[in-house]
């Protein structure tokens, strides 16, 4: 059972790390589930709103002109949001609410040429991903991770893609779970599905969301 409880764990915070500015499908499914945003969520929301715009921008429109884009991401889960998350593995949620904070790192050229070219691999660079945990009675749970993607696209839509999961620093317990985690998916990739599937969702639908705003 602790080794379900971890690797649950483990599961919603590679979660969270995958979702970046857009939000993986689970994670939608999870914030559908909450009725009303509190006031810190709906100001995390709209701050993650100007890192969306800019890479849409990018995306879509292609001009060369401007600075290469940068972005201080918070994204905070409540406890129900994150047992939604990690149903299918058949345990439920431990502790409470997850608050990470993620610095995006995206050159201009690789968006635009990501579009533009028949064919583009793109190698971002490395991401920083820094979690706290609430447990409860215990001192919060601080996590940190990075990954440097690789993606490779096909007229303007992602099709391959891999996170190659760097450095973890986390309590030993949860440190060893992510580490087997993110080796294996180093060694077979096996979240590259979900990778290119949010990669182009964002491209096709969620930058529809906010063209008023990067047209």
Same mark, same amino acid.
């Given at each position: ?8 764990? =483990? !599961? @919603? ?5 995958? #979702?970046?500015?857009?939000? *993986?499908?689970?994670? /939608? +499914? ?69 608050? =990470? !904070? @993620? ?5 201009? #050229?690789?968006?635009?040429? *990501?579009?533009?070219? /028949? +064919? ?83 491209? *096709? ?11």
């Amino acid at each position: 059972m602790l080794k379900d409880v971890v690797r649950a764990t =483990c !599961v @919603a915070l590679l979660c969270s790390a995958v #979702a970046g500015p857009a939000g *993986a499908q689970d994670v /939608k +499914s999870a914030e559908l589930a909450v009725e009303a945003l509190t006031p810190a969520e709906i100001a995390e929301r709209e701050a993650r709103k100007a890192c969306k715009v800019e890479i849409c921008s990018a995306f879509h429109l292609r001009k060369p002109e401007g600075p290469d884009i940068t972005c201080n991401v918070l994204k905070s889960w409540r406890k129900e949001q994150l047992q939604k998350m990690i149903e299918r593995a058949k345990v439920s949620w431990p502790w409470g609410p997850v608050k =990470c !904070v @993620a610095d995006i790192k995206l050159k201009r #050229a690789d968006l635009i040429k *990501a579009m533009g070219d /028949k +064919s583009y691999v793109a190698q971002l660079d490395t991401h920083e991903v820094n979690c706290e945990v609430d447990r409860d009675k215990e001192a919060p749970a601080k996590i940190s991770f990075s990954f440097a993607p690789k993606v490779t696209f096909e007229g303007g839509k992602a099709t391959k893609a891999s996170l190659n999961w760097g450095k973890i620093e986390a309590p030993t317990l949860v440190k060893g779970a992510m580490w087997t985690a993110t080796a294996t998916d180093n060694t077979f990739n096996v979240l590259q599905s979900t990778l290119v599937e949010d990669i182009n969702v964002f491209i *096709a639908d969620k930058c529809l969301e906010v063209k008023a705003e990067w047209r």
